[in-house]
Structures are given as C-alpha cells and as structure tokens.
Nanobody, 131 residues
Framework: QVHLVESGGGSVQAGGSLRLSCTIS????????LGWFRQAPGKEREGVAA???????AYTDSVKGRFTISRANPENTLYLQMNGLKAEDAAMYYC?????????????????????????WGQGTQVTVSS
C-alpha cells in the first residue's frame, strides 16, 4: 500500500517561493505517476504537476514556468518548487500516486474529477499566499 507524507507548506507573500516535499513508500512497478494536486475552499481538487516513471512531466497551464516537480533517487521523495506564488495558488496541496500511469510529453496536466479515485493521497499541506 502506498503511503505519502507531505511537508513544506506555510505562509508566504505574493511573489515568494516555497518548496513542498513528499516522502513516499510502498510504491512499485514499472509504470506509475507521482503528482501534486491542490484544493482551495469551495473548489474541486485539481492536478498541479505530475511526473512519471520515465521522468516525463506535466503541469497545469496556470503554473507553467513557475512550478517545478522533481523527485529524488531512489524515488522515495517528491518535490514541488513553487516560485512567483500568487494569491490564487493558495490551497491545500496533496501529494499523490497512481499506478499504471504514463504521461505524454508536451501535454498539459488535466485530471478529470472522475479520475481522482485512481490516485492514492497524502494528508495534505497548507499553502497560504498573502498579497
């Protein structure tokens, strides 16, 4: 069973930076994706960034050029470097994993709500951005 624990959230002024970390255990297999999602109050959970076993990454359009997803080898830690934070980036951020997953290079990340149940989740870490 996959176990994910996030850390690194906090409060930052607009334009600032934060780095989120996620410690992962229990994942195996040749094809899986690791990702970061976020959910603001009153909004649906959305995919922010993901990386697959081959290292292909995908981002939602609103964070491209500002956020970077990466992982440490061995792949037991996932990171999200967030620069140029905006008020609209404030949310609970969740680390997630999905088996039997591969990303397509050059395609934006778009995870329909109906697909969220296919992912395993951490407990989340809060990101607050003040203007």
């Amino acid at each position: 069973q996959v176990h994910l624990v996030e850390s690194g959230g906090g409060s930052v002024q607009a334009g600032g930076s934060l780095r989120l970390s996620c410690t992962i255990s229990g994942i195996s297999g040749n094809n899986y994706c690791l990702g970061w999602f976020r959910q603001a109050p009153g909004k649906e959970r959305e995919g922010v960034a993901a990386i697959d076993r081959e290292g292909t990454t995908a981002y939602t359009d609103s964070v491209k050029g500002r956020f970077t997803i990466s992982r440490a080898n061995p792949e037991n830690t996932l990171y999200l470097q967030m620069n140029g934070l905006k008020a609209e980036d404030a949310a609970m951020y969740y680390c997630a994993a999905r088996l039997s997953c591969r990303l397509t290079a050059g395609r934006a990340l778009n995870v329909p709500t109906s697909y969220l149940a296919q992912w395993s989740w951490g407990q989340g870490t809060q990101v607050t951005v003040s203007s």
